[in-house]
Each structure stands twice: as C-alpha cells, then as structure tokens.
Nanobody, 127 residues
C-alpha cells in the first residue's frame, strides 16, 4: 500500500523551531516531487513548499521564504520541512503530498497537481 506519513508536529512557543518529516512507504520517493501544504482552522489549504524530483529545485510560498526550508534524503525515503522562527499564524495541520506538473496548486511560481496526500501532522505555535 502506497502511503505518506508525516511526523514531527507538536506544540512550540513563538520563535521556536520544528522539523517535519514526510516518509514514504510502499514506494520510492526519488521519482516524485513532494510538497508541503497546511490548513489552519476555518481556512483553505495552502501550499507551503515543494521540492522537485529531477534536480532538487525548491519552491516556497512568498510569505514563508527565509523561515522554512525543504530538503530531501532519498536514502531515508524522506522529505523534511525545517520551520524556524515560528509564529502563531503558522498553527495548522501540515500535510505532505506527491506532486506532478499541473495547475491545481501553485507554490511560488510553479504549478502542480497533487497525487496522494498524507494524513497530516498538527503544528501549534503558542505561548
């Protein structure tokens, strides 16, 4: 069974950091672009960041550049999202997803279509 599993969420104080992981089971992440999305209560899901399969190019939502960093470790079949200087408005459920080129979602200036979603991990930024 093909599955994406997110982990690393939790409660953190403003200004703190978290690293989220997205691990694939049942398939190899090497051949997929992977994206991170988030959905805050009462808001629509939005694209956060993504990383291509071919050359590791990275894309970010403009509002998050400089605080969030996406990376991948193909040997561990995992994509990471390092989140620094977290703010209360970053509170959301964070999801990872497999991507291919399309126009369903835009992250930065690149369009994507989502293939499969993970189940999400909760991030809460609060003092």
């Amino acid at each position: 069974q093909l599955q994406l599993v997110e982990s690393g969420g939790g409660l953190v104080q403003p200004g703190g950091s978290l690293r989220l992981s997205c691990t694939a089971s049942g398939f190899t992440l090497d051949y997929y672009a992977i994206g991170w999305f988030r959905q805050a209560p009462g808001k629509e899901r939005e694209g956060v960041s993504c990383i291509s399969a071919s050359d590791g190019s990275t894309y970010y939502a403009d509002s998050l550049k400089g605080r969030f960093t996406i990376s991948r470790d193909n040997a561990k079949n995992t994509v990471y999202l390092q989140m620094n200087n977290l703010k209360p408005e970053d509170t959301a459920v964070y999801y990872c997803a497999t991507l291919w080129g399309g126009s369903q979602w835009y992250i930065g200036d690149r369009g994507w279509h989502v293939g499969s979603w993970g189940q999400g991990t909760q991030v809460t930024v609060s003092s």
